[in-house]
């Protein structure tokens, strides 16, 4: 009953966690708050953290069974890995710039400028850097951080909980940004794979082998 628990409560977690950041709801928030949008990043960031500390309490909680027990090189393979992840995920977003990513910057700017009308300008579309080998290296870092440290049951269910979730973020994330930057996107899409790296250089390698076989 305990894992069922854990499930609902990490699937609990990704829906509203989706609900919240949806095109629809956001449109829908940003028409009711007006100028004071500029603290719904935020508010949301906190919202998440406070959502998910009870969250990660209860599964550190569990006496899981050990379904893998490493032991040297591999424990520390995955410890590289881990390390690896987080790193990816911190200069993934630091490339946004950390304050703006958290919400601050935007807080700070309405207060500075407190009869300012003008929204925040919108973030450009980034293909450099991670970005140019995958689409969302954040997701992926972020799937292979969290596998990296499954050891237990009730972390694999919690993986495979935030694998899907991810999974479904991405495709929703993805119609997102098609309607925010268009054709640019479109064309992004097209040229860099969006989790796996290098998957559209090695399809085009493909293709061009085996027309060279033919």
Not at 19 to 45: C, D, E
Not at 81 to 103: D, K, P
């Amino acid at each position: 009953m305990e894992y069922v628990l854990l499930v609902v409560l990490w699937g609990g977690f990704g829906v509203v966690h989706s609900f919240l950041i949806s095109t629809g709801f956001t449109r829908w928030l940003k028409a009711k708050l007006g100028r004071y949008f500029v603290f719904y990043r935020l508010s949301y960031n906190l919202l998440s953290i406070f959502m998910l500390i009870p969250i990660v309490v209860y599964t550190k909680s569990l006496n899981s069974i050990v379904l893998i027990n490493l032991t040297p090189p591999w424990n520390i393979l995955t410890k590289l890995l881990a390390a690896g992840s987080a790193m990816v995920i911190i200069l993934a977003t630091w490339r946004f710039g950390l304050i703006e990513f958290i919400g601050l910057r935007q807080a700070i700017n309405f207060f500075s400028r407190p009869n300012s009308k003008q929204p925040t300008p919108p973030t450009g579309l980034v293909r450099t850097g991670l970005y140019g080998i995958v689409r969302h290296p954040v997701y992926l870092a972020a799937i292979i951080l969290v596998w990296s440290m499954s050891i237990t049951l009730a972390d694999v269910l919690v993986s495979i909980v935030l694998t899907i979730y991810i999974v479904i973020g991405l495709v929703l994330e993805e119609k997102k940004l098609v309607l925010e930057y268009g054709r640019d996107y479109i064309n992004y899409q097209n040229e860099v794979p969006m989790l796996i790296p290098f998957l559209n250089l090695l399809i085009r390698l493909r293709k061009k082998i085996k027309t060279m076989v033919i």
